[in-house]
């Protein structure tokens, strides 16, 4: 495979998982972030199986598995509480053989960050420009 310097824009959860296989195969990486300093944003996600399929692939299942719960239920419901419809995930599990992860964005992103090299990964600042060349903002990129 070509020497390549890959770059990954974000450093949340998808950014991170996106940044491990180029590295895991010989690659630069660099992970930028538009936020100089990374806070959680939103209580959490939910992870579908696909996604978490891929974090298998990765090795990172039981990472998730550790700071997620398992999905098993879900349902819908009016703003005075009265359910709407509720129904099992059973079936969605026997058809694609992964649980869906409910997983606060924090703990997600820690589990997926340390499961990158940080002798692959470069850290750096730097500033981004929007497309009509004005400063954006600062960047930071890194494990």
């Not at 990172?60 to 005075?80: E, K």
């Not at 589990?111 to 500033?127: E, F, L, N």
Request: hydrophobic share 40%.
């Amino acid at each position: 495979m070509h020497d390549l310097d890959v770059v990954v824009v974000g450093e949340g959860i998808g950014g991170l998982a996106a940044a491990i296989a180029p590295t895991r195969g010989g690659q630069r990486v660099r992970v930028v972030e538009r936020s100089a300093e990374l806070r959680p944003a939103g209580a959490g996600i939910s992870l579908w199986p696909n996604g978490v399929k891929v974090l298998d692939a990765l090795g990172l299942g039981p990472q998730i598995a550790r700071v997620g719960g398992r999905l098993c239920r879900i349902g819908y419901r009016d703003p005075s509480g009265r359910t709407l419809c509720e129904f099992s995930l059973d079936p969605l599990v026997a058809r694609v053989g992964e649980h869906p992860y409910p997983v606060r964005r924090a703990a997600g992103r820690a589990a997926i960050s340390h499961a990158h090299d940080p002798g692959r990964t470069a850290a750096w600042y730097a500033d981004l420009q929007d497309h009509d060349g004005a400063p954006s903002s600062s960047a930071y990129a890194g494990p």
